[in-house]
């Protein structure tokens, strides 16, 4: 079975061309090699999936034709204990460590402006 047709079904992807778009750019290593769109990928394989800061490892346990639904698709799969603990890791930083401009929308306003001159004049 194709990778990018492999990470749609599983549903790491929402379109089966962005799944190939992510393997084309390199956000996918297929057992630590990176892989075009139609290389087959078998049962026992290893995936390594980058999506933005997020990093998954996945060990293939079934193949599926078709896109079925999230609880089925998580029996194609196995996410490797290491990966877990690095995702849940990240969460709780994210949580405690919220990045500074994350509450802040579009441009600031005529006060805000006002408050970050002050700040940097200061």
Same mark, same amino acid.
């Given at each position: 079975m194709r990778v990018d047709k492999w990470l749609?079904?599983?549903?790491?992807?929402?379109?089966?061309?962005l799944a190939s778009d992510a393997v084309d750019g390199g956000k996918v290593k297929l057992n630590g090699s990176s892989v075009k769109p139609a290389k087959e990928v078998k049962i026992?394989?290893?995936l390594r999936i980058r999506a933005g800061d997020?990093? +998954?490892?996945?060990?293939?346990?079934g193949l599926n034709e078709q896109r079925r639904p999230a609880p089925e698709a998580q029996l194609l799969y196995e996410e490797t204990a290491e990966s877990l603990c690095r995702r849940t890791r990240a969460a709780e930083l994210r949580k405690l460590a919220?990045?500074?401009?994350a509450d802040q929308k579009g441009r600031p306003t005529k006060?805000?402006? +006002?408050?970050l001159n002050r700040l940097h004049e200061s």
């Open positions: 749609w079904a599983a549903r790491c992807y929402k379109t089966r061309s026992g394989d290893c997020e990093e +998954r490892e996945l060990i293939v346990k919220p990045t500074p401009t006060r805000d402006r +006002r408050q």
